[in-house]
């Protein structure tokens, strides 16, 4: 691990260095129909011409060309091609045959004319309305794609669309990047369970439930999922499990309070860090570092804002990384602020806010209220990350902004 640590390190720094040593990891053949949410480790290619035949793209009448040239007309109907079959007979000269939008075109055709420039007459004839070109309302065999041909590239995030396309292009298999093995433990002797009493100080652990969806929504696995008090050798057990994935996440424990364990444990198990503590509000005890088992070890704050924002802005990118996307920081964009954003300290710092469409289109920034990194309900209806730079001076209503978005607008 040929890496030095970073103290106090600014956002910038940490995307930076996460770029210069997160790398893919493990690969692995799956069906295509399997392979949703999954990144292409190498290129798929199509395995058909597609289409697979000439076919029709509008619903009207296959044609020769040549019959309807000089002014004729006419022709005879000679039946129907219907989409999903195949023809049951060349076109034969004076002849056309109707056809359905995606059947395929009979031999001899070469090309459709639309229903709306013809018309059935009652004696079995067609009568058109003026001459087709060749070619007219054809798609021919192999247009949209070759066989062998490129469908989707490496680094390819196979979401709706690109499966579609694979199926399309024939192809039954892909290689994809493994989903990153993920294991969450959450820290803490005040944690209970959600539904429990709170007494004697406890409160629900409410970072797991957050980092799950979280974990899960950046293509991760989640493998272990604990909670372990503030024991070291209990502590200690449920770290070195950790430590045998792709991704430890833990929350709390990452500060200099006498409860705080985990960075010295870590220690102990050969974990090495990266990053040991961010210029960043909130998120100052963040922690990242890498296992000799090749693990990466995300060490979150444990307040629930600080928690969800940090996995936003550094566990995110880890994911991307593992799973051979880039590594880089995330969009920042420039809105109009719709309320004032009070000045910052000698920290940059990460908001939650909303943001929405204006009347003109333009992204319209709302900072949701602060109250401090522990707040359990400041991340709730967040769609958005707020930038300011430290020392920031106050911004008044209508002025721009730097925001990370996380959703689409509201």
Known sequence: MDFETIQAATADQIWSALAAHVRPGRTREVPTEESGGCVLASAARAAHDFPPFDRAVMDGYAVRVSDLAGGRARLR??????????????????????????????????????????????????????????????DPRGAFARAEEVLLPAGTRIGANALAALVAGGVSRVTVYARPRVA????????????????????????????????????????????CPDEPVALRASLELGLANDLLCISGGMSKGTHDLAPGLLEQLGVRWLVSGARL??????????????????????????????????????????????????????????????????????????????????????????????????????????????????????????????????
């Not at 129907?80 to 939008?101: D, F, H, K, Q, Y």
């Not at 652990?205 to 604990?226: H, K, P, W, Y």
């Open 77 to 138: 109907m000679a039946g129907l091609v219907r989409v999903g079959s195949e023809p049951r007979w060349p076109l034969e000269a004076g002849t056309c045959l109707r056809i359905n939008t995606g059947a395929p075109l009979p031999p001899g055709a070469d090309a459709v004319v639309m229903v709306e420039d013809a018309e059935e007459l009652p004696d079995g004839q067609v009568s058109f309305a003026r001459e087709p070109t060749v070619g007219e309302h054809i």
């Open 281 to 410: 509000k909130p998120g100052r005890p963040l922690r990242i570092g890498r296992a000799e088992t090749g693990c990466w070890v995300l060490g979150l704050p444990g307040n629930p804002v600080s928690c969800a924002v940090c996995f936003l802005l550094f566990g995110r990118a880890i994911a991307d990384g593992l799973q051979g996307l880039p590594v880089r920081r995330p969009p920042h964009l420039v809105g109009r602020l719709a309320a004032e954003l009070p000045p910052t300290q000698e920290r940059p710092t990460y908001k939650p806010a909303i943001w929405t469409t204006g009347g003109d289109g333009r992204p319209e920034v709302t900072p949701l209220p602060w109250r401090g990194s522990g707040d359990p309900f400041g991340m709730a209806s967040a769609n958005a990350l707020v930038y300011q730079a430290a020392h920031a001076p106050a911004a008044a209503s209508g002025e721009p902004v730097q925001f990370i978005p996380l959703d689409l607008p509201r």
């Open 184 to 227: 969450q433990l959450s820290t803490g002797d005040e944690l209970v369970d959600q539904g429990r009493a709170l007494s004697d100080g406890r409160i629900p652990d409410s970072n797991s439930v957050a980092l799950e969806e979280l974990i899960r929504q950046t293509g991760g696995e989640t493998v272990m999922f604990g909670r």
